[in-house]
């Protein structure tokens, strides 16, 4: 645990939760400020690249696809052209949209293509390899979101990145260490690139040995990739040599990604879903992501038993926070899925009387049981959780108050592990976001309802989370983490630092977190970030209380409520954060 929360425990002993930093802290950090835009984003690298393009009269959207196409070369674990994700736009009117670009199941692909002869899961199908990628969808949704409100050609935004990876990058000391992991292997794990030799030749050190902190890493092929994007648009990826490469690397490797499933990939706009809590606006990613439906649902579930008036750090706001993470994502497991595919109720979901009504089963001092609250759903069995917790997000905002709010991932830390040779370009292993063994739905996690099981054609079910609030038609808070399931969970504790207790950004972001899933039944908090007494307090509840490392990375803005300035926080629990002022 990062020592802003331990400092803080001197003064939160009497607490159920810590203090952030801040107020311990004898000067009050608010964060970056700017007037005149911001790009705040897990690489530092990324988030200068999208500043600069702010810099040059780009919009957010510029700084975004910029900033985006950037962390493909600076934070190849999770950013990436080989994978997918979601935008979030709000205009300086309140007008709002999202771009979905998550990845969608090959053609090939069926319901139990990940099911052994015995019927179980074989997670080395998901975790790596040519079976786990589903098909990319970063460069279409980038071309999408900039085609209808870029500024700045498109050449302009996207060359920065193939620079970046043609001239080689200054390597951090976390970034050397994870490609080190992934290239030579540590003495827990051995490095998963090592069975892929185009992922070895484009991310290990040349000549062998572990890459060293200000190593400078070269991605000659993945500049060449960028460069072609920059000067033919998203075809060339989709339609030209890129495509091909990918074809002919799928097809000589037992993958299944055809060039007609990259020719018919598409790049959605759909409509935000949208909420209001404590007399603040939200808008969020709708399906495929569960992030928007289960964030709204939560704030209204909360809204509905009046958390805003207990004190933040009491176990009776615990309390209240754990039992609507654990019915959101109830929700979430028995209805979420692609609604291009299945029927969602979202607006029921989303709506104030559902809140009311799954908070009626809510006792005042005792956990519920998710057994219980989701017996009509649960199987037998005890197969392993497996979700990762990689993914990245950045946020945006430009001097006339665009926001945009994006996250998007590999799935796992570098995906498959495969680098498409030729391309240098790293593949997802996205697929196993599907619900994978239709019909077992288990106590450790594992889900198995029917709107997320495998289709050809179909986007798998995301967690993820772009999230922007506004207060009275004005922005205030653009946010979004990475974590797998905890992702909505950590948005959460973002949203409601700031909207139910009046925190600031930085307050709001420096927060402890905790996360309960529905199931496993249990609620996970970050290290020390729980006092002993509430450990116990919430054990004599009937809670199965764990602590944890750190939970998600909230790269997020806030406006200043008076003076309307943007802050910029970097999340720290990333190590490459940076917010960067834009413009001047
Ligand atoms: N791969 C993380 C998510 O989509 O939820």
């Not at 090592?194 to 070269?218: L, N, R």
């Amino acid at each position: 645990m990062r020592k802003v929360l331990i400092s803080a425990l001197a003064v939160a002993a009497t607490l159920a939760v810590a203090t952030p930093s801040r107020k311990v802290a004898a000067q009050v950090d608010l964060g970056v400020p700017s007037k005149t835009g911001m790009v705040v984003s897990s690489s530092d690298i990324a988030a200068e690249t999208g500043a600069a393009i702010l810099g040059r009269g780009g919009n957010a959207v510029d700084a975004a696809v910029a900033t985006a196409f950037a962390m493909a070369v600076t934070s190849p674990s999770n950013g990436n052209i080989g994978g997918g994700g979601f935008m979030v736009i709000r205009q300086p009117n309140g007008a709002a949209t999202t771009f979905d670009y998550r990845e969608m199941a090959p053609a090939k692909s069926t319901p139990t293509m990940y099911l052994n002869a015995q019927g179980e899961i074989d997670m080395s199908l998901t975790q790596q390899g040519y079976l786990a990628p589903g098909v990319p969808g970063t460069v279409r949704g980038l071309a999408m979101a900039h085609k209808k409100f870029g500024k700045l050609p498109w050449k302009d935004v996207v060359s920065p990145a193939a620079e970046i990876a043609a001239k080689g990058f200054k390597l951090s000391k976390s970034l050397a260490s994870g490609l080190n992991g992934e290239t030579i292997g540590t003495e827990e794990r051995p490095g998963r690139m090592k069975s892929f030799p185009a992922s070895i030749a484009a991310y290990g050190k040349p000549g062998g040995g572990a890459w060293k902190e200000g190593d400078t890493i070269v991605l000659a092929d993945l500049g060449k990739t960028l460069t072609a994007i920059a000067n033919d648009g998203p075809d060339a990826f989709y339609k030209g040599w890129i495509a091909d490469r990918i074809a002919e690397d799928m097809a000589a490797n037992g993958g299944l990604i055809t060039k007609a499933d990259l020719a018919n990939y598409v790049a959605k706009e759909r409509a935000p879903v949208k909420g209001t809590f404590n007399g603040y606006e939200i808008i969020s990613m709708p399906p495929p992501s569960s992030g928007g439906i289960a964030l709204l649902e939560m704030l209204n579930m909360l809204e509905s038993v009046g958390l805003p008036n207990e004190s933040r750090q009491s176990v009776k706001a615990i309390h209240l926070i754990v039992e609507a993470q654990r019915r959101a994502y109830l929700d979430r497991a028995r209805y979420l899925g692609d609604t291009d595919f299945v029927d969602v109720p979202v607006a029921k979901l989303i709506s104030k009387p559902h809140a009311k009504e799954m908070m009626s089963t809510l006792q005042p001092n005792r956990a519920s049981s998710s057994a219980e609250l989701g017996k009509d759903i649960l199987s037998a069995g005890k197969l392993p959780a497996d979700e990762p917790l990689e993914t990245t997000h950045f946020s945006v905002v430009d001097r006339d108050g665009m926001a945009v709010s994006n996250t998007f991932t590999l799935e796992g830390g570098y995906g498959s592990h495969v680098v498409i040779k030729g391309t240098g370009m790293i593949l997802n292993n996205e697929m196993g976001d599907f619900n994978k063994k239709p019909g077992t739905t288990t106590s450790t996690g594992t889900i198995g309802t029917p709107a997320n099981v495998i289709a050809p054609g179909k986007r798998m079910l995301s967690s993820m989370t772009p999230a922007i609030v506004s207060k009275n038609g004005k922005l205030v808070l653009v946010t979004g983490s990475p974590g797998g399931r905890t992702i909505i969970n950590t948005v959460l504790h973002v949203v409601l630092g700031v909207t139910a207790w009046n925190l600031t950004g930085r307050e709001a972001v420096d927060s402890p977190r905790w996360d309960h899933e529905w199931m496993p039944d249990r609620v996970t908090f970050e290290g020390e970030a729980l006092s002993p007494a509430a450990v116990n307090q919430l054990k004599a509840m009937g809670y199965d209380v764990v602590l944890r490392g750190e939970q998600g990375s909230a790269q997020s803005i806030w406006m200043h409520p008076q003076t309307g300035t943007a802050f910029g926080i970097a999340d720290l629990r990333s190590p490459d954060a940076k917010a960067v002022k834009g413009g001047s």
